[in-house]
T-cell receptor, first 114, second 113 residues
Framework: DTGVSQNPRHKITKRGQNVTFRCDPI?????LYWYRQTLGQGPEFLTY????????KSRLLSDRFSAERPKGSFSTLEIQRTEQGDSAMYLC????????????FGPGTRLTVT | AQKVTQAQTEISVVEKEDVTLDCVYE???????LFWYKQPPSGELVFLIR??????QNEISGRYSWNFQKSTSSFNFTITASQVVDSAVYFC??????????FGGGTRLMVKP
């Protein structure tokens, strides 16, 4: 069990550029979650996958955000036309079934939009 | 709507003191789960405990203990004989019938030697 991994750990980009983050969950976990955490706040839910199906999306996930989990393993989160307000820590978590099980978090990707 | 409130934004104690972190939640669901996570300076959220709504037994794990009271919608966390390594931000979280975790704003605990 190597834990949840995320890449890159840090990303600095200019406003208007597109960025993509990757999350590799714990191998036997079929549920994968994305959260966003801004400084001094708790994480906020963005979206959730069960296997390759995206089952829930938060209102926080604007049209500029898209997430995929094509083979039910790793997931990507893309932000198009980044804005300064997108600067945050993007956290990925995974959990096994059934529902209610604890979620295990990765180290996060810190995005800075200049 | 779901909500988690951690009224204490920052607590400072001296090593070996006991400290209690408060958590109050709101949900209309009858089945739900409560969690505590620790976020040390390195940034990675570390799972501490899960409780379901039907299990009000208090739990003790080493220096950590948790008090779950449905009557007051509270799930408080106590660290006994605090240590410098306990310094971190602690988050309480609620997971009702859906799949998302709703986090509180966190309590920053500073343990001074």
């Amino acid at each position: 069990d190597t834990g949840v991994s995320q890449n890159p750990r840090h990303k600095i980009t200019k406003r208007g550029q597109n960025v993509t983050f990757r999350c590799d969950p714990i191998s036997e976990h079929n549920r994968l979650y994305w959260y966003r955490q801004t400084l001094g706040q708790g994480p906020e839910f963005l979206t959730y996958f069960q296997n390759e199906a995206q089952l829930e999306k938060s209102r926080l996930l604007s049209d500029r955000f898209s997430a995929e989990r094509p083979k039910g393993s790793f997931s990507t989160l893309e932000i198009q036309r980044t804005e300064q307000g997108d600067s945050a820590m993007y956290l990925c978590a995974s959990s096994p079934s059934p529902a209610g099980h604890e979620q295990y978090f990765g180290p996060g990707t810190r995005l800075t939009v200049t | 709507a779901q909500k988690v409130t951690q009224a204490q934004t920052e607590i400072s104690v001296v090593e070996k003191e006991d400290v209690t972190l408060d958590c109050v939640y709101e949900t209309r669901d009858t089945t739900y789960y409560l969690f505590w996570y620790k976020q040390p300076p390195s940034g990675e959220l570390v799972f501490l405990i899960r409780r379901n709504s039907f299990d009000e037994q208090n739990e003790i794990s080493g220096r950590y203990s948790w008090n779950f009271q449905k009557s007051t919608s509270s799930f408080n966390f106590t660290i006994t004989a605090s240590q410098v390594v306990d310094s971190a931000v602690y988050f309480c979280a609620l997971r009702p019938a859906g799949n998302m975790l709703t986090f509180g704003g966190g309590t920053r605990l500073m343990v001074k030697p």
